[in-house]
């Protein structure tokens, strides 16, 4: 930008998690930044607030190999359900095809909410939680377990992801299992909380003060305390120093709790805080994160 063109430009060097976590409106003020360019992450709109503009990439690594490989593993399976992230999307008709001509029927969600057809995020599945009672399986393309566990999760359906880097297929189900099993564990522990504290992540997409407030005033008819709390990295360090609190509740990233970063005591996304609502009632938590979108 600056040789070719002769425009100021920055780097942005804080980590971005999403296609949620924009570059803050406020600091391009700051700098008198007119445009900013968020490369490699894709959402339904080209153009995000008044300055963000979504620069689509697309990966060509071919999937022919993978998808030969995987014919054994989905070999009791009749019926498959096709989901990628960005990078992959455009290589979703190639594959159907590929799948076709192996004797699967091939079905692809449509897009719904940021999401394009066939697309998910890591805490937004439209198009795969809105097809799942039509297939038996979905098969995800791309080198993301992140992605794959989180389709397998919400769906509750049989997740394969084939990574093309490596030319291996990969069953999700015992991850799918194990992060399930830490996540009843986090609501079993938090149940015993009386003292929660209630985090606004201050990331760009991710302020989600309404659910919050929502949380706080159902946990506080249910005689917990509860302190609201802004946090822009929520890490355990970071925790440390809220010492008078016994669970976490935050609304930023579900992953953050989902996933099972290392915290001493519990943090709950937003669904699991609605499942400890209804625990609190003395009922099951149920399927919490069987969800389209986890926020
Ligand atoms: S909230 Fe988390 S999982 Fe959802 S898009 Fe943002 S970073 Fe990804």
């Known amino acids: 930008m600056e040789s070719e063109y002769g425009v100021t430009s920055y780097v942005a060097g804080d ?57 054994e593993m989905l070999r009791d399976i009749r019926k498959i359900g096709l989901i990628t992230i960005s990078q992959h999307l455009h290589m979703l008709a190639a594959v159907s095809k590929l799948y076709e001509q192996m004797g699967f029927q091939v079905s692809i969600g449509e897009g719904k909410g940021h999401l394009k057809d066939g697309q998910v995020f890591g805490c937004e599945f439209y198009p795969a939680f809105n097809i799942r009672d039509a297939v038996d399986a979905f098969v995800f393309l791309g080198q993301s377990p992140f992605h794959a566990v989180g389709v397998a999760i919400s769906t509750g359906k049989p997740t394969f992801m084939l990574d093309p880097y490596r030319s291996v297929v990969e069953d999700m189900t015992a991850l799918c299992q194990e992060m399930m099993k830490k996540r009843y564990l986090a609501l079993a522990l938090a149940k015993e909380a009386h003292r929660f504290g209630m985090i606004v992540g201050l ?82 938590p149920g399927e919490f994160l069987s969800k389209s979108h986890w926020l």
């Open 203 to 284: 990331r760009e997409g991710q302020v989600s003060v309404r659910r919050i407030r929502e949380l706080k005033r159902g946990f506080e008819a249910k005689g917990r305390s509860v302190q609201m709390i802004t946090m822009r990295d929520i890490t355990n360090d970071h925790l440390q120093q809220f010492r008078g609190i016994d669970a976490f509740i935050q609304s930023a990233c579900p992953r953050i709790s989902v996933d099972g970063y290392t915290f001493d005591r519990p943090v709950l996304s937003v669904p699991e805080a609605q499942a400890l609502l209804s625990m609190i009632d003395g009922n099951d």
């Open 15 to 71: 980590p971005c998690y999403g296609s949620c976590d924009t570059f803050p409106e406020n600091d391009s003020e700051l700098l008198g930044v007119d445009l900013v360019f968020h490369i490699g992450h894709a959402i339904s709109l080209p153009r995000l607030g008044s300055r963000t503009i979504f620069v689509d990439v697309e990966d060509d690594v071919p999937f022919d190999e993978v998808v030969d490989k995987s014919g």
